[in-house]
């Protein structure tokens, strides 16, 4: 099977999944977006509303602020893959269950098993409390690196947790630029070897 075909399955078992009861209530299926053999892949932790609305990760208010924080240090939105743990919305935006994600999370590890990145950031302490440790601190740990597997992975605040806390805004883009300097390495590395 070819990475096409597996895409469309993979679509199609998330579209129709009804493992938990927030297939009960979701408009639509929040797969994920953007470049499918992406370097860089973000990972937040459930849709929102208007994600639901759409189905489509990150269009909502905290989406359009995290699009600003990329075009600020150059990154192009096209050129990265985003993605939720969950793939419906949680009531009111309530954070996830572990009993959700734990039904949700293959989907998500198949969409990084296609997408083979390089680089994984988590956004918000969720996401990075489920893919890099159990014990994460955001408020200590943003913008810090880990090496997993074949992984360079870090968790940046969520852009909601921005919204609601503005002083924040100032790590992030710290965070942000220090991403785009390792991204821009990694490419030149990259672009090096192929030489």
Known sequence: MNDKDRWDELYSACASCNKCELSKTRTNCVF????????LMFVGEAPGEQEDLEGIPFVGRAGKLLDSYLTAVGI??????????????PPHNRDPLP????????????????VRPHFIVCLGRISAMRLIKPDFRITQEHGVWFTKGQFEMSAFYHPSALLRDPRKKEDMLNDMK?????????????AGIKE
């Open 99 to 114: 009993s959700e994600q734990d039904m949700c999370i293959d989907y998500l590890r198949e969409q990084v098993r296609l």
């Open 32 to 39: 994920g977006t953007g470049n499918k053999n992406a370097v």
């Open 178 to 190: 220090e991403l785009k300097r390792k991204l821009d390495e990694y490419m030149s590395t990259a």
């Open 76 to 89: 192009n939105r096209s050129d990265v893959y985003i993605a939720n743990i969950l793939k419906c919305r």
